[in-house]
């Protein structure tokens, strides 16, 4: 992608001067005012008040500073607000559940598949029920490229147990499945995008002890909607989820419940109480209130 240009005037300038300061890089050129790097792109300002953004993520980055000129060069790509550009996507399920585990997936489409998962008109995901995400998953799952990691709630609560949090735990997830689904597609592939649930800067702090970490990463908020990857990652997702919660419902040999309501609580209850506490570990988050509830329910036992 060629460098995006923009002009900004001296107020704007001055700006971006303060906002870039902890992201200078040395610069021995009299006709700049700084040179700066960002996650994802390069920033070169001009004393003129010429602008260079360029890098994985120059779109976004001048999109702070010139919402206009930015809305004229996405047009060519976004088309009924849908980015049609191959790119990879990643989502997840479960982490809102006490019970059942958090499943990750990362997609990869080419532009074809873009066109073929905007004509399934799978609408508002919030609205789906699970038979619908069922259809829609076995309609896709063999098309597109994608990897998948489930995490049991066992190796969830031993993370929990070792210090992190479940931000922390997301991030190296989500590194995860990126990292393995760029490897499956064997090719350069310029936008990769998460749904963002914590700054950038926290993100890749939770990543700064892995080995290889996807660093060329977009965030944005509700990227389903413009992001066929995201939207099919969400589907896999979920169908993985499901599967899972199946295979529960008849090892346990009990109804089970989503969620984090008052209901679950008695559903986990039963369960301690049928195969003891200790099955908790296997079959629930225990960082989550629900287990104080659920402990207190035994004791009335």
Same mark, same amino acid.
């Given at each position: ?100 585990? +958090?499943?990750?997936? $990362?997609?990869?489409?080419? %532009? @074809?598949? *873009?066109? /073929?998962? #905007?004509?399934?008109? +799978?609408?508002?995901? $919030?609205?789906?029920?699970? %038979? @619908?995400? *069922?259809? /829609?998953? #076995? ?12 995490? @049991?709630?066992?190796? /969830?609560? #031993? ?143």
């Amino acid at each position: 992608m060629e460098p995006i240009i923009i002009q900004v005037d001296n107020s704007t300038l001055e700006k971006m001067k303060k906002f870039y300061d902890s992201q200078m890089v040395p610069n021995d050129d009299a006709t700049l005012l700084f040179q700066a790097h960002a996650i994802g792109c390069d920033i070169i300002a001009k004393m003129d008040g010429t602008i260079e953004i360029s890098g994985q993520n120059a779109l976004r980055e001048a999109e702070h500073w010139s919402k206009k000129i930015i809305k004229e060069l996405t047009h060519p790509t976004v088309v009924d607000d849908v980015y049609n550009v191959h790119h990879i996507g990643s989502a997840e399920t479960g982490t809102s559940d006490y019970l059942g585990p +958090i499943c990750f997936v $990362s997609c990869y489409v080419t %532009q @074809d598949d *873009i066109q /073929y998962i #905007k004509s399934l008109e +799978i609408g508002d995901l $919030s609205t789906l029920e699970n %038979q @619908d995400v *069922i259809k /829609y998953a #076995k309609l896709i799952k063999d098309r597109l490229v994608y990897s998948l990691l489930i995490l @049991d709630n066992s190796h /969830y609560n #031993k993370m929990i147990s070792d210090g992190l949090n479940q931000a922390n735990i997301k991030a190296r997830l989500f590194n995860q499945v990126t990292v393995n689904v760029m490897q499956k597609v064997k090719q350069n592939v310029e936008v990769k995008v998460i749904n963002q649930f914590v700054s950038p800067k926290t993100y890749f702090n939770y990543l700064k002890n892995e080995v290889i970490v996807v660093k060329d990463l977009m965030f944005e908020a509700n990227a389903e909607q413009k992001y066929m990857a995201i939207l099919a990652a969400e589907i896999l997702s979920r169908y993985a989820y499901l599967q899972y919660y199946a295979n529960m419902t008849k090892s346990l040999k009990m109804n089970l419940c989503r969620g984090t309501s008052t209901a679950v609580d008695t559903v986990a209850a039963k369960i301690a109480a049928k195969y003891g506490e200790k099955m908790l570990t296997k079959v629930a988050k225990l960082n989550f209130t629900n287990t104080k509830r659920v402990k207190a329910l035994l004791e009335d036992l």
